[in-house]
C-alpha cells in the first residue's frame, strides 16, 4: 500500500474515533512521512474545525473557546481555497494590525500554514496583500474601517474575533455587499462568543452554519494550562465564555444581568456561619412525573446577606425520585425548613414529601400569588444590593434568572424558570423570619 494511502486511511480512523486502525496506519509509514501526518490538519481537526458540508450555506459561523484552534482552521480554510483556483478573499481583522500578526504572520496563521504544506507565498506587508503562485489574492481590512469594504469585490471571506470589531454592523454588511464573485460566495467567521445584535442576527439566518467547541478539545494545549484555568474561571460565566465558548444572551431588562451575578459571587471556603438553612422546591405541575423538572434550590442566611448554597434540580423524574432529592438536599445541608409551592396539588406535594421520609414539620407549603417574576423582584433587589450571593458557580440556575425580566416575561433557555423559582421561594423564607433555634452550621 502506498503511503498516501496509509495517510488516508489514519486520517479517516481519527475522524470516526478507530485509534488501534490510526495507530496501525502511522506505524507503517516510514519516518518522513510520519512527519507529513503529523503536519497535517484533517489528522487532528477536531469536528468543530472541519468544513461544513455542502449544503448551500454562504457563512460558516465558528464559536469556540480559546485555544480552540480558530485561528488555524481558518487559516487552513483561506490556503485551500486560494490554492484551488484563482480567486479574491478578504482577510477581516479587528483592527489590521491583528490581522498581520494573527490571520497572516501568527503560528497559525496562513503563511505557516502555506510552508508546512510546501508552498510559498508573496507577502507584501505594505499593500497588504498575500498572492499564492495561481494568482489567487487576500486582502487585508479591519473591523475599525468599514468603509474600507465599499468597492472591493471578493469570491470568499475570513472574519476573525468578529466581537471584537468596533463597527461589526457597518464592516458585514459593507463585506457583504462585495462578497459577490465566482459561483458560490462564502465567509467564515471565527470568534469568541460575546452577547451583540449581529452574532444574534447571523446565528438565526438559515443560510448560517454554526460550529465551535472548547478549549480543552485542541489536544495541542498544556494539560496544566487547562487544569489553572478550569480551576480558577470553571462554570463562572468569564469561563463559560471564554473556554466553553457559550454565547451567554440575557433578556434585555434582565433582573439578573450576567455582570451583576458575576460580582455576586464568592468562594464556598469563605463563607460565614449560616444562621438558617432553607430548600426551595418548585415542583413539576401536578407533582407528577415528564419533561418538566423540579426546581431545588438551597439558600442561608448569615445575618443579613443571603447565600445561593446548592443547585439539586433534577429533571424529569417521578415524583418519588424528586421527593428523594429533596430529602437528600434537606440532609445534606441539614436545613431546618422545606418551602414548596402548592400551587399545582398541593396536597400531593406534601404526601410525596411525606413518603419520602420528610418529617411534616419541616415543609412548609407556600401558595403563588403574583407571578414568579413579580415574586423574584425583590430578591432581586437584594443582589444588586450587595446582600445576597452565590456561594459558587450554577450555570443552569445562573442561565434561568438572566431570563427574567423587569415587568414580568421570561426568556431564559428553558420553558419555565423551575430553578429561578426555588431559588426565590427558599429566600423569600429567608427575608420573612430569622428562625427560631441555634442551628448553625459551618460550611
Given amino acids: 500500500m502506498r503511503p498516501i494511502d496509509n495517510i488516508r486511511l489514519a486520517v479517516e480512523a481519527l475522524a470516526r474515533g478507530d485509534l488501534v486502525m490510526a495507530f496501525r496506519m502511522i506505524m507503517r509509514l516510514s519516518p518522513h512521512d510520519q512527519l507529513q501526518f503529523d503536519a497535517l490538519f484533517e489528522a487532528w481537526a477536531s469536528n468543530g474545525q472541519r468544513v461544513p458540508g455542502e449544503n448551500g450555506w454562504r457563512t460558516w459561523l465558528m ?3 480559546r485555544g480552540f484552534g480558530k485561528t488555524r482552521a481558518g487559516a487552513e480554510w483561506v490556503f485551500r481555497l486560494g490554492l484551488a483556483k484563482r480567486c479574491r478573499i478578504a482577510l477581516v481583522g479587528a483592527t489590521i494590525d491583528e490581522a498581520r500578526r494573527i490571520m497572516v ?3 497559525s496563521g496562513i503563511l505557516a500554514v502555506a510552508t508546512n504544506a510546501g508552498v510559498t507565498l508573496k507577502w507584501e506587508p505594505s499593500q497588504r496583500k498575500l498572492t499564492w503562485p495561481n494568482g489567487s489574492s487576500a486582502t487585508l481590512f479591519s473591523g475599525e474601517d468599514g468603509d474600507g469594504l465599499r468597492g472591493p469585490e471578493h469570491d470568499f471571506a475570513w472574519c476573525d474575533e468578529l466581537a471584537k470589531w468596533h463597527d461589526p454592523e457597518g464592516t458585514w454588511d459593507n463585506l457583504q455587499m462585495g462578497l459577490r ?3 458560490r460566495p462564502r465567509a467564515l467567521v471565527t470568534t469568541t462568543p460575546k452577547p451583540m445584535p449581529l452574532l444574534t442576527r447571523l446565528r438565526a439566518d438559515p443560510r448560517t452554519v ?3 467547541g472548547r478549549s480543552d478539545e485542541n489536544v495541542s494545549l498544556p494539560g496544566r494550562f487547562l487544569a489553572v484555568m478550569k480551576a480558577t474561571y470553571g462554570g463562572t460565566r468569564l469561563g463559560r465564555q471564554e473556554l466553553n465558548g457559550e454565547l451567554l444572551d440575557e433578556a434585555e431588562g434582565s433582573l439578573w444581568p450576567r455582570a451583576m451575578i458575576e460580582r455576586c459571587r464568592v468562594k464556598i471556603g469563605r463563607l460565614p456561619v449560616m444562621e438558617r438553612i432553607v430548600v426551595g422546591v418548585d415542583p413539576p405541575a401536578g407533582a407528577g412525573a415528564g419533561s418538566d423538572a423540579c426546581g431545588i434550590v438551597v439558600a442561608g442566611r ?11 434540580t433534577i429533571q424529569g423524574a417521578s415524583p418519588e425520585k424528586w421527593a428523594a432529592a429533596v430529602r437528600a438536599a434537606t440532609a445534606t445541608w441539614r436545613a431546618d425548613r422545606i418551602v414548596a409551592e402548592a400551587n399545582n396539588g398541593g396536597a400531593m406535594v406534601a404526601s410525596v414529601l411525606r413518603a419520602a421520609g420528610v418529617e411534616p414539620g419541616m415543609v412548609k407549603l407556600v401558595h403563588a400569588s403574583k407571578g414568579k417574576v413579580a415574586r423574584a423582584e425583590p430578591i432581586a433587589v437584594r443582589f444588586e444590593a450587595g446582600a445576597a450571593w452565590f456561594a459558587g458557580a450554577f450555570p443552569a440556575l445562573e442561565d434561568e434568572l438572566s431570563g427574567l425580566q423587569m415587568g414580568g416575561g421570561y426568556e431564559g433557555p428553558t420553558r419555565s424558570p423551575d430553578r429561578a423559582d426555588a431559588m426565590v ?3 423569600t423564607e429567608l427575608a420573612g423570619s430569622r428562625g427560631s433555634g441555634p ?4 460550611v
Fill in 425 to 427: 421561594w427558599a429566600m
Fill in 181 to 183: 464573485r465566482g459561483s
Fill in 302 to 312: 448569615a445575618g443579613d446577606n443571603f447565600y445561593v448554597l446548592a443547585d439539586a
Fill in 63 to 65: 464559536i469556540a473557546g
Fill in 105 to 107: 504572520e501568527g503560528t
Fill in 210 to 212: 454554526e460550529s465551535g
Fill in 439 to 442: 442551628r448553625v452550621w459551618r
